[in-house]
């Protein structure tokens, strides 16, 4: 029995996105994958709401972190953290040799504007790292408010919108961020395997300037073919198949706004559904639309609840790090719709009210 995913990606993909991936294969260096990513470009711009140069990579977003780390940090950077993949920012500039700082917040907490003014006004920072959507905790920090600090100062804005970006109106422009990524897996509704960034002139500018860019992810590379309408590396053709797709679908088709208002209104009421029942982890105004992490105050038997799910043909998520044995999420992000969200809960409810849990 297939499975319906309920949980924080990969989710659950629409029959006729799969489809476009049984298309033929096609020379990746000929004119119909340059027209292919022209469409790609154009319509990621809309959705990301910025004329930023668009770089496409056949990787995870993670990928891309480390492609911004490389690009965009020359003298040391910050990273904020209130979750395991904000803390994963981190890590990874570590590991790339940068000098960085972290400033963490208790998990299930934001990352507001004031943090982030105060370890600006060191002056110590060329670069600074956040997660929007921090999806271990379930909490959506403040990214307008946090950007009309960061344009205070010359710092490189580098943003993980991984499971924000196509559920959640982001303004990359308008918010003045350098970086902005994001993977397939998880609010846009398509298999993993491709992560998609925006790029700022000025980030470009500063990378030009910075030695050891790596070669998978050099983003000047990757931009000298991409203004070619071509990849620097063979891509993922059936993916990038279903991309095309997809974003069309997403633009032309449902309409932004109209995603985002049904993303809001699942979340919304898996919120209630919660409270009703549990305790939401974040404070209610920090509350993702995307993914819902409630704690598990009941102290319910999570994998005998997880047994009883897929039997009614579920797969469920618990916490994620420090939160995997006293929480679980609802993530309601992607295609899933808002009677398939409802369903869910009634089935929740009476897994929940029978023996084992």
């Known amino acids: ?54 770089l496409i990579s056949t990787s995870s977003a993670t990928g ?19 979750g395991a993949f904000a803390e994963r920012w981190h890590g990874i500039a570590k590991e790339c040799g940068k000098e960085a700082d972290l400033v963490s917040v208790e998990w299930g907490k934001p990352i507001t504007a004031d943090i982030v003014d105060e370890a600006l006004s060191s002056g110590k920072y060329d670069a600074m790292t956040m997660v929007h959507n921090e999806t271990s905790t379930g909490v959506m ?73 790596g070669h998978y992810f050099d983003f000047l590379a990757l931009k000298k073919s991409i203004d070619k309408l071509q990849t620097t590396t063979t891509p993922a053709i059936s993916l990038l198949y279903a991309l095309d797709y997809q974003l069309d679908r997403i633009i032309n088709k449902e309409g932004q706004e109209n995603r985002y208002k049904r993303h809001a209104e699942m979340a919304g009421i898996a919120r209630k559904w919660a409270a009703d029942n549990f305790e939401l982890i974040p404070e209610e105004k920090y509350a993702s639309n995307t993914v819902t992490a409630i704690r598990n105050t009941k102290s319910m038997d999570l994998g005998g609840l997880k047994k009883k799910l897929a039997e009614k043909g579920y797969e469920f998520s618990n916490g994620y790090g420090k939160f995997k044995d006293v929480s679980f999420r609802i993530p309601h992000m992607g295609d899933r719709t808002v009677e398939e969200l409802m369903q869910y809960l009634d089935d929740l409810d009476e897994c929940i009210s029978g023996p084992s849990c």
Request: aromatic residues 4%; charged residues 25%.
């Open 141 to 213: 920090s403040p990214i307008s408010e946090i950007a009309n600090v960061v344009k205070d100062y010359d710092v490189s804005f580098l943003v993980d919108t991984v499971s924000s970006m196509a559920g959640v109106k982001i303004e990359v422009d308008k918010l003045g961020i350098d970086v902005c990524l994001y993977g397939t897996q998880k609010c846009m509704a398509l298999p993993p395997g491709l992560a998609l960034c925006s790029v700022s002139d000025g980030a470009l500018k500063k990378a030009e300037g910075i030695t050891g860019r």
């Open 1 to 54: 029995m297939q499975k319906k995913l309920f949980i924080p990606g990969p989710v659950d993909v629409l029959p006729e996105v799969l489809k476009q991936m049984e298309r033929p294969m096609i020379s990746h260096r000929g004119k119909e994958i340059s027209a292919i990513l022209e469409r790609i470009i154009g319509n990621t711009r809309k959705l990301m709401y910025t004329k930023n140069t668009i």
């Open 64 to 82: 891309l972190m480390e492609g911004a780390i490389r690009n965009c940090v020359s003298k040391r950077c910050v990273n904020f953290a209130n």
